[in-house]
């Protein structure tokens, strides 16, 4: 019994095996005629029914991913391949990124990013498959393309310098170009003043020529009362110079007269005290009338000096006063 029971469900599981194998066959029959049609949509409906009774298929994988590219609809083939143990992962993704490069027109940036996804699944490619040509080609034309991009963006970078080079020349011009109207503007309301100034100049000249006139007889009516002025003060001084130089020829003359008188004097006494001191001599020894004389002869001397200084000053006094006397 218990050996019939075990036949009955290997039975059953062989026949439900076969049963589903066939189903996954006869969806990817139909669907690869409907590809072959072009009908894609419907293929990949085939397709898709085949891959619920089977996730784990890489030929209906393969078959999927097909449809979805002739499609072009790239995003679901990532969404399908990158979660997936799936044999041809890699060069898979290096075709649809490739693709998706080929037809990123408006941003360069994102363009250049899907290539080098491309290249980095190419190189995981050539490791899985080393001996398929196709993925290293495939590789080096990767490569190349970046190679140009990153020329571009080199020519593109030049390119922006350069304009914004050119701007700011642009603008620098311009500047000038206003600035140097503005200072023709100016220059010329300055020429207009300077004009406006000339005129008005020109209408005042006859009224200062005869303020100028009027002012120039002034100045000499006072020049002349002035030199009548000093002609006078000159003449004033000139006399009281003169009685200035009367007066001190007199004060010259009187000190002279007292300086004799003194002198005169002094002779007298000087005398009378070489008599007093010839009789006081005659008590000395001869050693004390040397001293004596010796004592005589030097106050002598000193009165001579004293008297020949005196002279000599009044003789600079007058001098003195003749040269003031020239000078005026």
Avoid: C
Wanted: hydrophobic fraction near 20%; aromatic fraction near 6%.
């Amino acid at each position: 019994m218990k050996k019939y029971l075990l036949l009955v469900l290997t039975f059953i599981f062989l026949s439900g095996f076969v049963s589903k194998n066939e189903k996954i066959y006869d969806m990817l029959t139909k669907g690869n005629k409907l590809f072959e049609l072009g009908k894609y949509d419907e293929a990949l409906k085939k397709y898709e029914a085949a891959y619920q009774l089977d996730n784990k298929n890489d030929l209906i994988l393969d078959n999927m991913v097909l449809a979805l590219k002739a499609n072009k609809k790239y995003d679901e083939i990532l969404k399908l391949i990158e979660s997936q143990e799936y044999k041809k992962k890699y060069p898979v993704l290096a075709d649809v990124y490739k693709s998706l490069g080929d037809i990123e027109n408006n941003d360069i940036s994102k363009k250049k990013q899907l290539y080098e996804n491309s290249l980095n699944n190419y190189k995981e490619a050539i490791r899985a498959f080393p001996n398929n040509e196709n993925y290293s080609k495939n590789y080096e034309i990767v490569k190349e393309i970046l190679k140009k991009i990153e020329e571009q963006e080199q020519n593109q970078q030049k390119q922006d310098q350069n304009q914004k080079q050119n701007q700011d020349e642009n603008q620098k011009n311009d500047e000038q170009k206003n600035e140097k109207q503005s200072d023709k503007q100016e220059n010329g309301s300055k020429n207009q003043d300077t004009e406006n100034q000339n005129k008005s100049n020109d209408n005042s000249k006859p009224q200062e020529q005869n303020q100028s006139e009027q002012g120039n007889e002034s100045k000499k009516q006072n020049q002349e009362e002035k030199n009548i002025g000093n002609e006078n003060q000159n003449k004033s001084e000139e006399e009281n110079q003169n009685n200035e130089q009367k007066n001190a020829e007199k004060e010259s003359k009187e000190k002279e007269k007292q300086q004799e008188k003194k002198e005169n004097s002094k002779s007298k006494v000087h005398n009378g005290q070489e008599e007093n001191n010839l009789e006081s001599m005659k008590d000395m020894t001869e050693e004390e009338k040397k001293k004596y004389m010796e004592a005589v002869k030097i106050l002598k001397m000193l009165e001579s000096k004293e008297n020949d200084d005196l002279k000599n000053n009044q003789m600079m006094q007058k001098g003195r006063s003749n040269k003031n006397s020239k000078d005026w």
